[in-house]
């Protein structure tokens, strides 16, 4: 099961750490990433990190504004975005695969098999 939590309304040019809580899972193996989706619009990636190496990747759209982490002890994945943009505004999704997810396709929501159920993010203008 994943939780999310830490979305909220802020204005562009603020910050904001999302978190997502896995439980009963082996947090370690899984390959993590953070999606959203923006009313109308597709679910998009975000952000990845593998268990396996830490190896992250970024979708050019948050490229330099965000960095995701994660707690393994905690089984706690992170996005701390910075910089924000009113485009940032969507709902933000985790999710997680078991396993390590070669790099073409860890940005595919279909790579993954677990998703939690999404924190809002509104940026002001």
């Known amino acids: 099961q994943l939780q999310a939590c830490g979305g909220g309304l802020v204005q562009a040019g603020d910050s904001l750490r999302l978190s997502c809580a896995a439980s009963?899972?082996?947090?370690?193996?899984?390959?993590m990433a953070w999606f959203r989706q923006a009313p109308g619009k597709e679910r998009v990636f975000v952000a990845a990190?593998?268990?396996?190496?830490?190896?992250?990747r970024y979708a050019d759209s948050v490229k330099g504004r965000a960095m995701i982490s994660r707690d393994n002890p905690k089984n706690t994945l992170y996005l701390q975005m910075n910089s924000l943009k009113p485009e940032d505004t969507a709902v933000y999704y985790c999710?997680?695969?078991?396993?390590?997810?070669?790099?073409?396709?860890?940005?595919?929501?279909?790579?993954?098999?677990?998703w939690g159920q999404g924190t809002q993010v509104t940026v002001s203008s």
């Open positions: 999710a997680a695969y078991r396993g390590h997810l070669i790099i073409s396709t860890i940005s595919r929501p279909l790579s993954y098999n677990y």
């Open positions: 990190i593998r268990g396996s190496d830490a190896t992250t």
């Open positions: 009963g899972v082996a947090f370690r193996a899984y390959t």
